[in-house]
């Protein structure tokens, strides 16, 4: 996959058309294979910082560097994204 940097307005662009709950994470995963991409509520967030919000969607970027999976605002290190919804999970 390309560097996350230079991909991150086209995902959030792509996440701006998708509405709250699981459509977010399952559209991501289908338009853009190889993409580690996860998603859970925004309560489950709280005193994250997300990098951007989009619609009904916090984006989290995730460092996967290691075998657990950090919240990291630099897009250098982001390996994955973590979108978490306040509207209702399907």
Do not use: N
Not at 48 to 57: D, K
Not at 58 to 78: K, M, N
């Amino acid at each position: 996959m390309d560097s996350m940097a230079v991909r991150l307005d086209e995902l959030i662009a792509a996440l701006a058309g998708c509405a709250a709950g699981d459509e977010a994470v399952q559209r991501l995963r289908r338009d853009y294979p190889g993409l580690k991409v996860t998603g859970c509520d925004a309560r489950d967030l709280c005193g994250e910082q997300p990098y951007a919000r989009v619609g009904e969607h916090d984006l989290y970027l995730v460092d996967t560097s290691d075998h657990c999976w950090r919240v990291t605002g630099d897009p250098a290190r982001a390996g994955g994204l973590l979108i978490a919804s306040h509207g209702a999970r399907s």
